[in-house]
């Protein structure tokens, strides 16, 4: 069993930054794609940020790629998220995902499947 662990979220103004880690327990393997969702009040989950175990990053779109930045610290078994220049609306829960045999997601460049889940992390971006 593999458990996701987010932290780092929190309540900050419009342009300010937050980096958001997730720490990783139990029986994950390093040939695991990791990524982050996000999910705001009446919207659908949306993949932001996806990181193949080779270290290839990919982004849900301009906006985010050029504000925020995946990495991975395998030694650490931990995942990070380093948002700036936060917007109101990047305001939402967000989620850390590792591989395994689960639902298949695109994010960017990136496809694959996703079996593993944290419970989420708070993110809202005050204008």
């Known amino acids: 069993q593999v458990q996701l662990v987010e932290s780092g979220g929190g309540a900050v103004q419009a342009g300010g930054s937050l980096r958001l880690s997730c720490a990783a327990a139990?029986?994950?393997?390093?040939?695991?794609?990791m990524a982050w969702f996000r999910q705001a009040p009446g919207k659908e989950r949306e993949g932001v940020a996806g990181?193949?175990?080779?270290?290839?990053?990919?982004y849900g779109g301009s906006s985010v790629k050029s504000r925020f930045t995946i990495s991975r610290d395998d030694a650490k078994r931990t995942l990070y998220l380093q948002m700036n220049n936060l917007k109101p609306g990047d305001t939402a829960m967000y989620y850390c995902a590792a591989g395994g045999i689960g639902d298949i997601y695109t994010i960017g460049s990136l496809t694959t499947a996703f079996a593993y889940w944290g419970q989420g992390t708070q993110v809202t971006v005050s204008s």
């Open positions: 139990g029986r994950i393997d390093k040939t695991y794609s």
């Open positions: 990181i193949g175990s080779d270290g290839l990053t990919s």
